[in-house]
């Protein structure tokens, strides 16, 4: 019987795109498109989740690609503008699950310690969780299984008992390998048709 239910934030429940921020800077898609594949890649910005430094993480690139530095100090300076609408319906899924009062919520996010502080002021239902596991803090990141564990830990889950939402299967596959029932989020639609299936919803 499910008694917790676990979000990922972005692409769930916040929309995050560097393109937003960038398209402002680039007139060309195609060369923003190369710039964020070849240089600001996502790899890189794994490693701010994981626990590097923004600063850090930003002069490495800049000594490594220098011809780029404006648009490279852009990425972390220029951070917010990244941040988009909350998706609406996953929104409505969350507060009626935690209207129900039937589940312990909390998530599990890949998320710099450094930016989470504005995600936080920004989207009020980030308060509405009983507990947020943010990767930076705890200098490791799905996949990962001690970063799963540790929210297991922490807030004494019973993996068995637990639901994972997350929009990346890779970060689906190790949450079943950790013992979690696990959904691969597609839209609010598909994941309130899945809850529903469940009986969750």
Known sequence: MINTIIFDLGAVLI???????YRTIFDDEQEMKNFLASVCTSDWNEEQDAGRSLQEGTEILVTQFPEHETNIRAFYGRWEEMLGEPFHGTVDILRRLKAGNQYKIYALTNWSAETFPVALQRYDFLSWFDGIVVSGAEKMRKPAPEFYQILL????????????????????????????KTIHFTSSEQLEKELAELHVL
Not at 159 to 178: H, M, S, T
Request: proline share 6%.
């Open 153 to 180: 830990d922490r807030y004494q889950v019973n993996p068995q008992e637990a639901l994972f939402i997350d929009d990346n299967y890779r970060n689906v596959l190790a949450a079943e390998k950790a013992g979690i």
């Open 15 to 21: 929309d995050w795109n560097p393109h937003y921020m």
